[in-house]
């Protein structure tokens, strides 16, 4: 796949604005401490399936050997063939283990381009069974890799790009199955960014040193951490923010509110991969979702649609604009730039 999908996109174009939501698993009320929900459905995890051609006699795997194509002179998609895709990895098995990577190692006479060739290109993953036969059979996905031609491992909690997650894939004659289910015991749990969501969510534009200032004189405090939720105060208001991905069918789903005095506002987003049903049975508008809307020539020139990627930031940036309270708007327009 051409695309890494990394973290936060979404399922449905909707955005929860209200004094009383009982859905959102938020029960606040003004001068309380908002608690986080304790139970959470993670789902049982996003499965996708990825065409595949394995030539046994030289280890390389041909990966999307089918693809939902767009033609742009009927305005249709097709799940067809699509050769010119294809890029060959390697899967070399020691024992149980399985460690996948690019046919070759890729050289550029630029010593920036290889730093960034050697870093994102140039390394294999480690996976890991006790089931298999030859490829064949399920393998758990691990954080682990190596660069080309070395021995030396590195491991971390990031698969894919993303912590807090698991991933099996399950590798047949024509197909990898690769599921990936939430793990909370993988998560990095960063911090919020509070310039991003001044900005972004409250449309107060503060430099970062005068953020960093009014932490450290606590006119911005920032509460400590809890699993999938974090809370901040500016001046006398409390906010929080708390997140609830769930992998299902319908793919990789985030829902992240933002609620302070009894009100919340809520981001959905949702991402996964174009497979054969989607292909056929979807609008245009869902299978573009993915390509750059705001080149018009590229979103709708002819090839394949790998991904999809849908989300309601406007609206949810819309809602939280309406969150803070006249004093925290007076507080903040001090130091805002605009």
Known sequence: MKKAYAVLFGMFMFVACSDDNPTSGLNNTQNTNPSAQTNVDFGEGYTYVIPIKYDETTGRVYQGTYVCNYHPDTKTFAWEEYPESLDPGSYKIVGDSLWMGPAEKQVSDNPDEQEFLDLYRNYETLSLSNDHNDIYGTWKVTGCKRQLGETDIKCSKFIGGMSGIARTMKITKDSVY???????????????????????????????????????????????KELLKQSFSIGNQLFEVVSAPKFDASGMNYITTMSSNGKTCTNTQRLGFINEKLCKEESAEFLLSDRDKSEEQFYYEEGPVEGFRIDNNNEFYECTKGLPTEETKQLLSQYAKN
């Open 178 to 224: 690769i599921t990936t289910t939430v793990d909370t015991d993988n998560l990095e749990q960063n911090d919020i960014n509070i310039g991003a969501i001044l900005d972004r969510n409250f449309g107060y534009d503060i430099g970062d040193a005068i953020i960093k200032q009014l932490l450290v004189e606590k006119t911005i405090t920032k509460e400590p």
